[in-house]
């Protein structure tokens, strides 16, 4: 099975500051149709989990574009522009390549 | 709108089992793979299975390959998780989600979830 890895697993932040996760896969994500199903989803507080990002840098719809994307390989990273109150959460990088899904271990972000 | 309704949660024995189900409206559910993902208490997101949207494929986490049975009937627009020789680790909110993705990414949906709890 393939691991995620997210780093780190704690991220206090100041609101209108800047955040990023990052997420280490075990091996590489790529389909054998090229593409590469990685995904980060957001949770917040009492709620089920939403996608922000799929495919590495696409953001779902209704997404602010404050949330961003990027990678490649095995290495790929979640970024905030400027952190909001509503963005308090834990964020989860997930691999939807190869059977079977995993996600990483979440990363909590959190106002100073 | 999308709405996705998990039943069937309660406390059961080790050994023992239980079956979820999950409702939808607002989608052409026939069109659509589903998947459970589960929680633990206070812990995080773990993909559980998925069936195809006309059930002919299934996939399954190793923890729960061999115990756990999804399934779905597209008349009754509903998703099943039938989970057997229940242990103390499958103590979790199950999930029922459509995250499809593959040229296209449309919106993914999430229900509540339904919290199924193993216990002596």
């Known amino acids: 099975d393939i691991v995620m890895t997210q780093s780190p697993l704690s991220l206090p932040v100041t609101l209108g500051q800047p955040a990023s996760i990052s997420c280490r896969s075990s091996q590489s994500p790529v389909h054998s149709d090229g593409t590469t199903y990685l995904h980060w989803f957001q949770q917040r507080p009492g709620q089920s989990p939403r996608r922000l990002i799929n495919?590495?840098?696409n953001r779902d719809a209704g997404v602010p574009d404050r949330f961003s994307g990027s990678g490649s390989g095995t290495d790929f990273t979640l970024k905030i522009s400027r952190v909001e109150a509503e963005d308090v959460g834990v964020y989860y990088c997930m691999q939807g390549t190869h059977w079977p899904w995993t996600f990483g271990q979440g990363t909590k972000v959190e106002i100073k | 709108q999308v709405q996705l309704v998990e039943s069937g949660g309660g406390v059961v024995q080790p050994g023992r089992s239980l079956r979820l189900s999950c409702t939808a409206s607002?989608?052409?559910?026939?069109?659509?793979?589903m998947h459970w993902v589960r929680q633990a208490p206070g812990k995080g997101l773990e993909w559980v299975a998925v069936i195809s949207h006309d059930g002919s494929d299934k996939q399954y986490a190793d923890s729960v390959k061999g115990r756990f049975t999804i399934s779905r009937d597209n008349s009754k627009n509903t998703l099943y998780l039938q989970m057997d020789s229940l242990r103390i680790e499958d103590t979790a909110i199950y999930y029922c989600?459509?995250?499809?993705?593959?040229?296209?990414?449309?919106?993914?949906?999430w229900g509540q979830g339904t919290l199924a709890t193993v216990s002596p």
């Open positions: 607002g989608l052409t559910f026939s069109s659509h793979g």
């Open positions: 495919k590495i840098s």
């Open positions: 989600a459509k995250m499809d993705c593959g040229p296209d990414c449309p919106l993914d949906y």
